[in-house]
């Protein structure tokens, strides 16, 4: 029997006795939770903190272009600039990347035009989260006849290729703004939010503390919007940035085709549209703003990538 | 509406009371029956002990009553749930949600996934208080402080603001309590409420629940299959098994005197010091599948005093008599030979 005994006092009979620590929890610190810890994980990531700079700018540049360049992008001078070289020396100057056949600055025509792709772009991912996260939450939470109907209309708007969906229905407006794009672009690119929020959320929602909030009386709304969707949400927002990229390359491809914006909109994809013609004389006209659009992108594309890193614990 | 007019104690009226009820779920294989007949009534103050193993439909009944069963595929086929009085089964759902939390609170069993990981516990402690009764945000924080303290969490004015996983298992568990008790209900359904805990730490989370149980004077529904939780702080017993109540008797008339080959079975694989060095015995085979019930006493196939009768009949619930004939207060067996068994 003290044989017994002795050997459950000390497990690891010979070696240094381990003390069973009972009810020590994580120490009591300041509070972490997947948002905190995925910021801490991020700022100290070179491939977060550099498209996140990148694009901080590139927001700077589309709110005020005016910062930037001096010239106006329609200012048009055809005696002294026509297809005039870049002086790559002159930093920041009209000149600096050169003048297109209409002697307009390609170096302000640049910055003016961001502000086409980022308000498109951040303009479509918005609509698109909102309303694709409501039919997928729904969807999801509701299930049944709901959720068979949501499916089946994600389903038809699935089978619609994005690019030319858009090209079909930008083509039927004479004039088009920006906006024209962002409602044709987020008509056609809400259903993968939807998906990926219907799956998310039929997996949050068999959870315990959706049970638990329910059993404790908390209503419909409430579950959905303070147990589910913050919990949901993950996923989601890293296929948002992921699309925002997408979105801004749509918008450059249509301007492209000559069926995104019209002028007098300035947008780099209308840019590279009209420099097409030149690349064997003028190449630099394509050259510069095809550039800075994959920057642009690569810039989303990335930040997106570092996010879902972040917030994925498997993949850390 | 009328729930609240009869808030007063109404004598002879049990606090919540099941009765008959019969729970089905819609499977591939046919219609499971998880719950088939189970009555059981619980009064302030008092614990009852809902005893039985995986399956045996004991964690459905208790769904069943908060309204949380998922339906389809689950499905309420006839039976009543009254609370005081009133069939909770038949209340409108918006009605019935204003029950749930606030008369008749549940404890879960794994207190880290019946937590939200992405609010902090003062949030959802509070949520119990802005639901039902409309406190403001800073109100419902204060509240949440108060109750932390109230089941013994250290520092909880610096810890309220702390997320579920900074917290150890029994502290999770504290706060699980927390909630459940937030609102001062009159039943609380705590569902296997430590079998995820440690046992050192099962103690002291079950010594709280019964010493709030005994101040706040509430009717607990205890939900477990581990006998030795049941021994210290259960009233009385409701013993399950194939979704069925087999036997229901004081705790001690219990332990002392069992009813049914079932229940004595269950006591006899309970591990004793006086039986050291002998094989440790154990009820044979499985507990039936609930699409095929076998007829009869469901217990039958396991049981080792099972003749014909029990093959065919099933048993009805008997009112259990000593030697002498005198019936024995509040036990009630479902066993042909439930005299050999007490006696025997």
Same mark, same amino acid.
Request: charged letters at 20%; a neutral charge.
């Given at each position: 029997?003290?044989?017994? +005994? ?20 994580? &120490? ?33 540049? &589309? ?25 790559? $020396? ?25 502000? #086409? ?8 991912? #918005? ?6 996260? !409501? ?28 690019? !030319? ?18 409602? @044709? ?46 919990? &949901? ?6 296929? @948002?940035?992921? &699309? ?9 491809? +249509?301007?492209? !085709? ?47 990538? @570092? ?10 | ?137 800073? @109100? ?54 430590? $079998? ?76 004793? +010091? ?71």
């Amino acid at each position: 029997m003290p044989d017994a +005994l002795e050997k459950e006092a000390v497990p690891t009979a010979g070696g240094p006795a381990t003390v069973a620590v009972v009810e020590a929890g994580p &120490a009591p610190g300041r509070a972490r939770s997947l948002w905190s810890d995925a910021w801490r994980d991020l700022r100290r990531k070179p491939t977060f903190v550099i498209p996140a700079f990148v694009i901080a700018l590139l927001l700077v540049m &589309a709110a005020f272009p005016g910062w930037f360049t001096s010239v106006s992008p329609r200012e048009a001078d055809l005696a002294n600039n026509f297809l005039r070289e870049p002086e790559l $020396t002159h930093f920041f100057s009209p000149e600096w990347l050169g003048y297109n056949q209409q002697g307009q600055s390609i170096y302000a025509r640049m910055i003016y035009g961001t502000r #086409a792709s980022i308000v498109i772009g951040i303009s479509v991912t #918005a609509l698109v989260l909102v309303f694709g996260s !409501l039919v997928g939450m729904l969807a999801g939470y509701f299930g049944g006849w709901i959720d068979g109907l949501l499916s089946r209309v994600i389903d038809i708007f699935l089978g619609i290729p994005f690019l !030319l969906g858009a090209m079909v229905v930008l083509v039927s407006f004479d004039t088009r703004t920006e906006w024209t794009v962002i409602l @044709a672009l987020a008509f056609l690119g809400w259903t993968t939010i939807a998906r990926v929020m219907r799956g998310s959320v039929i997996s949050i929602k068999q959870s315990d503390y959706v049970v638990a909030a329910r059993s404790l009386g908390a209503g419909t709304w409430r579950i959905l919007l303070r147990h589910v969707l913050p919990n &949901a949400a993950a996923p989601v927002i890293v296929v @948002a940035m992921i &699309a925002l990229g997408g979105y801004i390359t749509a918008e450059a491809v +249509l301007s492209f !085709l000559g069926i995104g914006l019209t002028e007098p909109a300035i947008s780099w994809g209308g840019d590279i549209n009209r420099a097409g013609g030149q690349i064997r004389t003028a190449s630099f006209l394509l050259l510069y703003p095809s550039l800075l659009l994959g920057i642009t992108i690569l810039s989303f594309l990335m930040l997106g990538d @570092a996010v879902r890193d972040a917030l994925d614990p498997k993949l850390r | 509406m009328s729930i609240e007019m009869t808030k007063a104690e109404t004598p002879g009226v049990p606090l919540l009371e099941v009765r008959d009820l019969h729970v089905e779920f819609r499977t591939r294989e046919g219609a499971a029956k998880a719950v088939n007949g189970v009555s059981y009534s619980v009064d302030a103050g008092e614990t009852l002990a809902v005893l039985g193993e995986s399956g045996s439909g004991k964690s459905v009944t208790a769904q069943t009553i908060m309204g949380i069963l998922d339906t389809p595929p689950g499905r309420v086929t006839g039976g009543q749930i009254l609370y005081r009085g009133e069939d909770l089964l038949t209340l409108p759902e918006e009605a019935r949600r204003r029950v749930r939390g606030d008369k008749i609170a549940m404890i879960f069993q794994d207190a880290l996934s019946a937590l939200n990981p992405v609010l902090t516990v003062g949030n959802q402690l509070g949520e119990m208080f802005r639901v039902h009764r409309g406190f403001s945000r800073k @109100a419902a924080k204060a509240k949440a402080v108060e109750l932390m303290d109230r089941v013994r969490i250290p520092a909880a004015k610096e810890r309220v603001n702390d997320y579920p996983h900074q917290f150890s298992g029994g502290m999770r568990q504290r706060i699980m309590i927390a909630m459940a008790l937030a609102l001062e209900p009159d039943v609380i359904i705590a569902d296997e409420p430590t $079998t995820a805990l440690d046992v050192t730490v099962q103690a002291q989370v079950m010594d709280l629940l019964a010493e709030l149980q005994r101040d706040f004077h509430m009717g607990l529904i205890l939900i477990t299959h581990d006998l030795g939780v049941v021994a210290d702080v259960a009233d009385k017993i409701a013993v399950m098994y194939a979704g069925r109540i087999v036997e229901n008797a004081p705790v001690h008339e219990l332990y002392k005197r069992p009813a049914h080959p079932y229940t004595r079975g269950l006591l006899d694989s309970i591990p004793r +010091l006086d039986h050291k060095g002998k094989e440790l015995y154990a009820i044979k085979g499985l507990p039936p599948s609930l699409t095929a019930i076998p007829s009869g006493c469901a217990f039958n196939p396991r049981c080792a005093m099972a003749q014909d009768i029990c093959r065919t009949d099933v048993p009805a619930q008997v009112d259990v008599t000593e030697r002498d004939g005198s019936p024995l207060g509040g036990r009630s067996s479902a066993c042909h030979f439930w005299k050999e068994t007490i006696h025997g």
